[in-house]
């Protein structure tokens, strides 16, 4: 996942490069049941034999989401530690049997709360949650139509 970010930071937009890491990450520890723990842990344990794939990919990973804030596509409060940790949680939900014919829809529900470009091809502009459809604002965040009765997404800061 190392060399897949740098062959992204010269290939594609910054946008696009984010969201398909992100996705081949996911679907790369998703594939490994029960990986997303040992790589979490490996990043904090020096003596782990994951640590520097993990420290490297983790680094990665940043580099991108740092070249998609700078071209202001891209939460700029978000940063390397809290994307990893999404990934390990995306995946996560992969491991989960139950969840996985929701997977893809999270994941989309999740790059749009990283993303802030109302116009993005990488994910949809309408994402749907709760059952209800929600649209994004031009500054990303998810705004609930008028007259909707989804009581989950009132709560929601977005």
């Not at 939900?93 to 929701?102: A, H, I, K, M, T």
């Not at 709760?130 to 008028?146: E, I, L, Y």
Request: proline share 3%; net charge negative.
């Amino acid at each position: 996942m190392t060399a897949k970010a740098t062959e992204l930071e010269t290939s594609s937009s910054p946008e696009d490069a984010l969201v398909s890491w992100l996705r081949d990450c996911v679907a790369c520890a998703t594939e490994y049941h029960g990986v997303t723990e040992l790589m979490a842990a490996a990043v904090g344990g020096t003596e782990s034999a994951l640590h520097a794939c993990c420290v490297a990919m983790r680094a990665a990973g940043a580099r991108l989401l740092i070249r998609a804030q700078d071209a202001g596509v891209a939460r700029t409060e978000l940063d390397g530690t809290e994307l990893f940790a999404l990934v390990a949680a995306l995946a996560w939900l992969g491991d989960q049997s139950s969840l996985e014919p929701r997977v893809d829809h999270l994941f989309d529900g999740v790059a749009s709360a990283i993303l802030m470009n109302a116009g993005s091809e990488a994910v949809e502009a309408l994402t749907v949650v709760h059952g209800c459809r929600r649209a994004r604002t031009p500054c990303g965040r998810v705004r609930q139509p008028a007259g909707s009765d989804c009581l989950a997404a009132m709560r929601s800061p977005w």
